[in-house]
């Protein structure tokens, strides 16, 4: 059983920074690509950056400038550095992972998606 766990959320005043950390665990072989999206209240989940395996990454125009994905694959962990936060920028995020390659003795290789269940990132002074 993969799963996908956030951290890093909280409550920052306008200006500040924060580091989100998603970390994949259980039986993987290989993950493609892991992205970041957020929801904020009333609104739709939005593609905030994504990153490949081989490091392509591609941000939401938002956020461009502002926000850094990165990811470590020999920890199965992606991560996103945001700076220069604005109060538009309250949501909730989470973090998906593409094509996760895994083993069952039942199904042998599967690669299947996965999100994490979220973390809040409030901006406000």
């Known amino acids: 059983q993969v799963q996908l766990v956030e951290s890093g959320g909280g409550l920052v005043q306008p200006g500040g920074s924060l580091r989100l950390s998603c970390a994949a665990s259980?039986?993987?072989?290989?993950?493609?690509?892991m992205r970041w999206y957020r929801q904020a209240p009333g609104k739709q989940r939005e593609l905030v950056a994504a990153?490949?395996?081989?490091?392509?990454?591609n941000y939401g125009d938002s956020v461009k400038g502002r926000f850094s994905i990165s990811r470590d694959n020999a920890k199965n962990t992606v991560y996103l550095q945001m700076d220069s936060l604005k109060p538009e920028d309250t949501a909730v995020y989470y973090c998906?992972?593409?094509?996760?390659?895994?083993?069952?003795?039942?199904?042998?290789?599967?690669?299947?998606?996965?999100w994490g269940q979220g973390t809040q990132v409030t901006v406000s002074s």
């Open positions: 990153i490949t395996r081989g490091g392509s990454t």
């Open positions: 998906n992972a593409d094509h996760v390659r895994t083993f069952s003795v039942a199904r042998g290789f599967y690669d299947s998606d996965y």
């Open positions: 259980g039986s993987i072989f290989s993950i493609s690509a």
